[in-house]
């Protein structure tokens, strides 16, 4: 079974630390996607990458950074943590083709 | 840009009934469509896409959805529900140039006996 795997389903971190959000593909997708969701506020997208080294900012990008070194790698990076960059965070990697996203199951991150 | 606008935010139901949820996007180019679900604590599944071809468009679990272009609409529907399908449910749609998806605010479904 294909798969998009985030490290760690619940994170509680405390304000201004680094904090590392890792997501794993086992399809060899190139493209891949970080999303960030909030009560009311849907879905929204902070960074994608279509290939190995490129990203591209989404929508929110402010206060977060990625790195893709490899291709089923990609991770999302809170430079200096805040209490409103608590949320859950979703992993997504899809191909090239449209076709729709295939989801990691999240990570709750809490900032305190 | 595309952007979806899902109209209602909550929509209760009685189980066995019929359901409907709606699904209205934006868009000066073609796009392709999705309708995703979450249920409690996980990610999101896809339960069908529009890409091309016949306008309606058959997912899992029994669901259904139409793609209106004069309209501009993609509403899922499911002509009687279960208590298992209490989730939310997010309507998103990409260019099909591009390869981001824009997600509605989404629509929590509850179904009660």
């Known amino acids: 079974d294909v798969k998009v795997t985030q490290s760690s389903r619940y994170l509680v971190k405390r304000t201004g630390e680094k904090v590392f959000l890792e997501c794993v593909q086992d399809?060899?997708?190139?493209?891949m996607f970080w999303y960030r969701q909030d009560p009311g506020l849907g879905l929204r997208l902070i960074y994608f990458?279509?290939?190995?080294?490129?990203?591209e900012k989404g929508d929110i990008p402010e206060g977060y950074s990625v790195s893709r070194e490899k291709k089923e790698r990609f991770s999302l990076i809170l430079e200096s943590a805040s209490t409103n960059q608590t949320s859950m965070y979703l992993c997504?990697?899809?191909?090239?083709?449209?076709?729709?996203?295939?989801f990691g199951s999240g990570t709750r991150l809490t900032v305190v | 840009a595309q952007s979806v606008t899902q109209l209602d935010s909550q929509v209760p139901v009685f189980e066995e009934a019929p359901v409907e949820l709606r699904c209205n996007y934006s868009s000066s180019v073609s796009v392709y469509l999705f309708w995703y679900v979450q249920y409690p604590n996980q990610g999101l599944q896809l339960l069908l896409k529009y890409l091309s071809g016949s306008t309606l468009v058959k997912g899992i679990n029994g669901f259904e959805a139409e793609f209106n272009k004069s309209q501009t609409s993609f509403h899922l529907r499911k002509p009687s529900v279960h208590i298992s399908d209490t989730a939310e449910y997010f309507c998103a749609v990409s260019a099909n140039s591009g390869y981001a998806l824009n997600f509605g605010k989404g629509t929590s479904l509850l179904v009660t006996p």
């Open positions: 399809m060899d997708h190139e493209n």
């Open positions: 990458s279509y290939d190995v080294k490129m990203k």
């Open positions: 997504a990697s899809s191909r090239t083709a449209p076709g729709g996203y295939t």
